[in-house]
């Protein structure tokens, strides 16, 4: 089975995304996917938005500080922006290159979710940044963790334990609640990419579903012969 993953997998690495609200499970779901790469001989990274390399980790510090906000809603997108453009410049575009799949916490649709859909930015604003940064480059899959913003929000609370929420994490329950609404949108608008995962089950079952559902859309491989 292993073999025949790697048979399927020839040239340019996949791209996979995974994108949801606070606490939606992401870090944990993506190193269980590197785990099942790494098992089936699959050269993978795992990195994430905003971030994931040197200049881009410096914008994030910025972002996550709150500065960004401070500077109002169109140059904060900008920062994103410019961070996208130096991680996908350094790091993603020459790992799909050279056939490493790339597993990435947050991309594009972040910008669409959090500064389009909620941040009322402009669409001509995000359109013309996403031809700068991205270009035609688009996630092969994205999956979409999918938790009540409640159980999110508890989640996050939770694994920050004493430290002080982020600039996002301090918006109130009705902003995440639009949050997962601005996801599920995004998602019925290209069905063919994203796969909209409910996480409030265990994390092995979340886990399993997302190898099923990825071998189906990247080696076509038949759903019920996937394995549990
Ligand atoms: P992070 O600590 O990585 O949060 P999470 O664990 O939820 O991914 O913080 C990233 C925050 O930045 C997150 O709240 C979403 C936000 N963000 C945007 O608003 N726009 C973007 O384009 C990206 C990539 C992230």
């Not at 508890?154 to 995440?176: C, I, N, T, V």
């Amino acid at each position: 089975m292993v073999d025949e993953l790697v048979k399927r997998s020839p040239g340019r690495g996949r791209f996979v995304s995974f994108e949801g609200g606070e606490g939606s499970g992401k870090s944990t779901q993506i190193k269980r996917l590197a785990e099942r790469l790494n098992a089936a001989r699959l050269p993978n990274i795992v990195t994430r938005e905003p971030g994931g390399s040197v200049g881009a980790e410096i914008m994030r510090h910025l972002v996550l500080s709150g500065m960004g906000k401070l500077l109002g809603p169109d140059a904060e997108t900008l920062l994103f922006a410019a961070a996208r453009d130096d991680h996908v410049k350094h790091v993603i575009g020459p790992a799909l290159a050279q056939g490493t799949w790339v597993l990435c916490d947050r991309f594009a649709d972040s910008t669409r979710a959090y500064q389009g859909k909620l941040g009322n930015v402009s669409p001509t604003l995000l359109k013309a940044m996403q031809r700068v940064t991205i270009g035609d480059l688009k996630p092969d899959l994205t999956f979409i963790l999918d938790v009540p913003a409640e159980v999110g929000l508890k989640r996050a609370a939770h694994r920050r334990g004493a430290g002080a929420p982020d600039r996002f994490e301090s918006e109130d329950l009705r902003y995440h609640e639009k949050l997962r609404e601005a996801y599920r949108q995004i998602a019925a608008e290209d069905p063919q990419r994203c796969v909209v995962i409910d996480t409030t089950a265990d994390p092995d079952s979340v886990a399993a579903r997302i190898w099923t559902e990825l071998r189906s859309h990247l080696f076509s491989v038949s759903t019920s012969a996937a394995p549990a």
